[in-house]
């Protein structure tokens, strides 16, 4: 079975969000880049699938700009097979949205052929949280989204869920669309030596319109702003001090 | 214009709270058809009949649209959804499930974890962890809208709406459910609760929980985590608050020993009012708190309980 695993370069989860001050989008010229960390869950387990012996070959595909083949090259360092980048965009600001992400995916899968595409739940730009789930539906496949654990056996999967109150444990068909939670696995780092070896694992190079796919956004961003800020608050003494405020706004 | 509202129904029985806070999101919309679906969903419609706001509730019941299964709950939205602009839903893992599928199905966008409605074609969300707040137009014909449901008051009850039975669902048989393990807790629910108390890394044990949660219990609150006490194995992941966990916006929140990452503060900064606890007066938590206490949580945590 072959693997299919999507990556999203994002500004890394370490890195303070400026609103631009046009009110245009989110600062992102010379801010550190990296692999959507749910998407790194994604290619640890297809990694560890393939360890297993439950998968043969991994394959990771990027969908935005050109620089997005570092992601690539750290997925190739972690341990995928090979990588294809599709350049959609020129602008690192431009975000391709999931819907026509979803598309070029569902065309990636026509061509590779996998039994089983793992994705992150959501990018942590966008918050969009619809990827996996709309490549499943164009596909016509089925579905397990927030995966706290993924078991593959013969031609169903068996997935734990991360839902509202607990956990929900689903069969679904095979071939099948996994989309991860934070608990499925801690992704590896990449040791130098595989990073060495990340640079001459092949990378294909296509671009949105050699799938025949538009990705002109549905939504337009109409403006983009920094969060209302809380007031100042105060510094309490004692506990007797902080009960009493409490008591005087009424909050116990 | 016409709103088709999924409601969120588990095992028949109606969320209320959730469904009541989407209707509140949606009246500006138009009129709103609440569905309520599920391998038996009668009782949740009865309920979902009396929202303040809800015009209409179908009723879809069939086998195959137990546990909420994403393929066929879809299908089913799908062959509604000739007659409605906006096909919304509170933002709860199962609406996140099964929506993004309905708007591909449609070829339109999502438009997930809307925090505000502008005009019906116009909505602002929160990106990047709450970091920055985004207003979008969407040009598709349809509207596929989550709510992020601590934005938005409950709608009252009192109303009466008809209800009305649709047809079945289509048996995907792309997937089937094998079982549900449910927190089981007397507490209130952590996304509805008027009073949230959250422990973090500093609380330092999963046994050192129970300060928490006697402090939680002397309020009547819901017991919430930070992602790092979580990650450390101190509390279960539905506790989590936070981007990655549930968002809430409480009355009165009490983070103690949280140091207030970004991600946290995404999740708890619409609360109402803020208590931190920190032995360190230098946490960022303490710049979102109206009121702060930096002390040895072990010590003034029990001293709370007591004096509360």
């Known amino acids: 079975m072959k693997v299919l695993v999507p990556v999203k370069r994002v500004i890394d989860y370490n890195v303070k969000v400026r609103v631009k001050a046009d009110g245009s989008g989110v600062d992102l010229a010379n801010v550190k880049m990296s692999m959507n960390p749910f998407d790194e869950i994604a290619v640890e387990e297809a990694i560890r699938l393939k360890e297993a012996g439950k998968a043969e070959e991994v394959v990771a595909v990027s969908i935005g700009v050109k620089q997005a083949q570092e992601t690539l090259r750290t997925a190739l360092a972690m341990g995928a097979d090979r990588a294809i980048l599709v350049v959609a965009a020129d602008d690192v600001h431009q975000d391709i949205e999931p819907l026509a992400v979803a598309k070029i995916l569902a065309k990636v899968v026509e061509e590779e052929q996998p039994g089983l595409v793992l994705c992150g739940k959501q990018a942590i730009d966008n918050d969009m949280n619809a990827t996996g789930q709309m490549l499943s539906a164009i596909l016509g496949w089925s579905q397990a989204t927030f995966a706290s654990e993924v078991g593959i056996d013969g031609d169903s999967a068996v997935v734990t869920r991360e839902v509202d109150g607990g956990l929900q444990t689903i069969k679904v068909k095979m071939p099948t669309v996994v989309s991860v939670d934070l608990r499925l696995n801690e992704p590896r780092y990449a040791s130098l030596p595989n990073i060495m070896k990340a640079k001459k694992k092949p990378l294909d190079e296509k671009t949105a319109a050699d799938y025949g796919v538009d990705v002109t956004p549905r939504l337009t961003v109409v403006k983009t702003s920094a969060p209302a800020e809380r007031a100042a608050g105060e510094m309490v003494g004692s506990v007797d001090e902080l009960v009493a405020k409490l008591k005087e706004k009424g909050a116990v | ?308």
Not at chain 2, 54 to 75: F, I, M, Q, Y
Request: glycine letters at 10%.
């Open chain 2, 1 to 308: 214009m016409a709103v088709l509202l999924l409601a969120e129904v588990n095992n028949g029985v109606l969320s209320m709270d959730a469904t009541a806070k989407a209707v509140t999101a949606s009246k500006a919309l138009g009129d709103v058809t609440v569905l309520c679906a599920g391998a038996s969903a009668a009782d949740a419609a009865k309920e979902a009949a009396t929202i303040d706001g809800a015009a209409k509730v179908l009723v879809a019941e069939d086998p195959a649209l137990g546990h909420r299964l994403a393929e066929s709950t879809a299908d089913l939205i799908v062959s509604l959804a000739g007659d409605y602009d906006h096909i919304v839903a509170p933002a709860t893992t199962d609406a996140k499930n099964v929506l993004p599928r309905v708007a591909a199905l449609l070829d339109v966008m999502m438009l997930t974890d809307v925090s505000g409605v502008v005009d019906a074609d116009t909505f602002e969300r929160p990106i990047y962890a709450g970091n920055a707040i985004q207003t979008v137009k969407s040009g598709d014909a349809k509207k596929v809208v989550s709510f992020r449901t601590a934005s938005f008051d409950a709608a009252g009850t009192g109303g009466s709406a008809a209800v009305e039975t649709v047809g079945g669902a289509s048996v995907s048989g792309l997937s089937e459910w094998v079982e549900d393990k449910v927190a089981e807790s007397d507490r209130p629910e952590l996304t509805s609760a008027g009073i949230v108390v959250s422990g973090g890394r500093g609380v330092g044990s999963e046994d050192n929980f129970a300060l928490i949660e006697k402090l939680a219990d002397k309020l009547g609150a819901a017991v919430g985590a930070s992602r790092a006490a979580v990650d450390s194995g101190f509390a279960p992941n539905d506790w989590q608050v936070g981007q990655t966990g549930k968002v809430v916006a409480p009355d009165l929140y009490i983070a103690v020993g949280i140091s207030g990452a970004i991600q946290h503060l995404a999740g708890m900064k619409d609360s109402k009012i803020i208590v931190a606890i920190n032995k360190d007066e230098e946490a960022p938590i303490f710049q979102v708190a109206d009121y702060g206490l930096v002390a040895d949580l072990f010590e003034a945590v029990p001293e709370l309980t007591d004096k509360l």
